[in-house]
């Protein structure tokens, strides 16, 4: 795995590989992002539309963060439909992988000024939000930045400025909401790596977040799959 900690990587065949975080050749991300690119011609149109899909049709959801592995591949994000930051972003990239754009992970920590209550007690009462993810796209010579997290209606929701992508410049979250408010401020960058740094991200996540935070969220997923199964069963028909 190779790690640049400023600055962007040398382009190379690393950014286009296929890992078990960006598992391209599973077949739901290649539907998912055939049928995302659909009417595209270069690389920087397909780039905005993969942005979009990632962007809109998975669902933002902080209370999915988790210490196990499998939520964080590019398939698993599909299959689950809602993701935080950081799952969204794999899916970003194993989708431009896909398609011939050499693509890495970076990380930053960022304030999150307009967290929910219940959030910032999950987490602690924590304000500083670690490891914020987005994709580094290799687009018309140059390296753009794209982070595809909130979703349109969260951001309707929240009176936040929905994060937009032209395929030339840096999509990163804005500074303030629609009341002029001081939103999201990014605070460490972390760098970029070209596979998804699980290792880093499980031993900071354990020494920064309260163990209930992850447990809180466990129970959470666990009781929706019940509710899930419950509701396929009684939907069955009989032998």
Not at 9 to 24: A, C
Not at 175 to 183: A, E, I, K, S, V
Not at 221 to 231: F, I, N
Request: with cysteine; charged share 25%.
């Amino acid at each position: 795995m190779q790690h640049v900690t400023a600055g962007f990587p040398e382009v190379s065949p690393i950014y286009l590989q296929q890992t078990d975080y960006f598992d391209f050749n599973h077949e739901r991300v290649k539907e998912f992002s055939n049928s995302a690119i659909e009417g595209a011609q270069t690389n920087k149109q397909k780039a905005i539309k993969l942005f979009y899909a990632v962007r809109d049709q998975i669902r933002y959801d902080p209370y999915s963060i988790s210490l196990n592995p499998k939520p964080y591949k590019a398939s698993e994000v599909l299959i689950n439909g809602r993701a935080y930051c950081l799952p969204k972003a794999n899916l970003l990239v194993a989708c431009a992988r896909s398609i011939g754009i050499p693509t890495g992970i970076g990380l930053s920590d960022v304030y999150n000024h307009l967290c929910t209550p219940r959030l910032r007690h999950m987490m602690g009462e924590k304000e500083l939000f670690l490891h914020h993810g987005y994709a580094v796209m290799y687009i018309e010579n140059k390296w753009i930045k794209a982070a595809p997290a909130f979703n349109i209606e969260l951001c309707t929701k929240f009176n936040v400025l929905p994060t937009e992508f032209d395929g030339e410049n840096d999509a990163l979250f804005q500074p303030y909401d629609t009341n002029g408010r001081l939103h999201m401020e990014y605070n460490r960058d972390h760098g970029i790596w070209s596979d998804f740094p699980m290792d880093r991200v499980e031993k900071d996540f354990r020494d920064y977040y309260p163990t209930s935070l992850y447990e809180e969220n466990a129970r959470a997923k666990a009781d929706e799959e019940l509710k899930a199964a419950k509701k396929a069963f009684e939907e069955e028909k009989a032998l």
